[in-house]
């Protein structure tokens, strides 16, 4: 079974730092890409930044270009996100996914919640 597990969300002030994790398991398929997306309240769910499994550069969301890094361990067995000079507006809950080159293969973990207020 499939298990995408956050954590390293919390409360911080603008202008710090947080890094979150993403620790996979159960996957019996090849990954195609592993992602980090966020939700604000009353917003819709947009892409943060995406890892390639075939070699693409990272790909970042514009509001977040040259504070967020994504990465992964080689074994894509765990994902992070570096978060940088957090601002107000990237108060949300941050979510991973996994894409499998079947396009049923498409997992979420369950969020993890990131505020930035001072």
């Known amino acids: 079974q499939v298990q995408l597990v956050e954590s390293g969300g919390g409360l911080v002030q603008p202008g710090g730092s947080l890094r979150l994790s993403c620790a996979a398991s159960?996957?019996?398929?090849?990954?195609?890409?592993m992602s980090w997306y966020r939700q604000a309240p009353g917003k819709e769910r947009e892409l943060v930044a995406r890892?390639?499994?075939?070699?693409?550069?990272?790909k970042y969301a514009a509001s977040v270009k040259g504070r967020f890094t994504i990465s992964s361990t080689s074994d894509k067995n765990t994902m992070y996100l570096e978060m940088n000079s957090l601002k107000v507006d990237d108060t949300a809950v941050y979510y991973c996914?996994?894409?499998?080159?079947?396009?049923?293969?498409?997992?979420w973990g369950q969020g993890t919640q990131v505020t930035v207020s001072s």
């Open positions: 996914n996994v894409r499998g080159m079947n396009v049923r293969d498409d997992y």
């Open positions: 159960g996957f019996t398929f090849s990954t195609r890409d």
């Open positions: 890892i390639s499994s075939i070699g693409a550069a990272p």
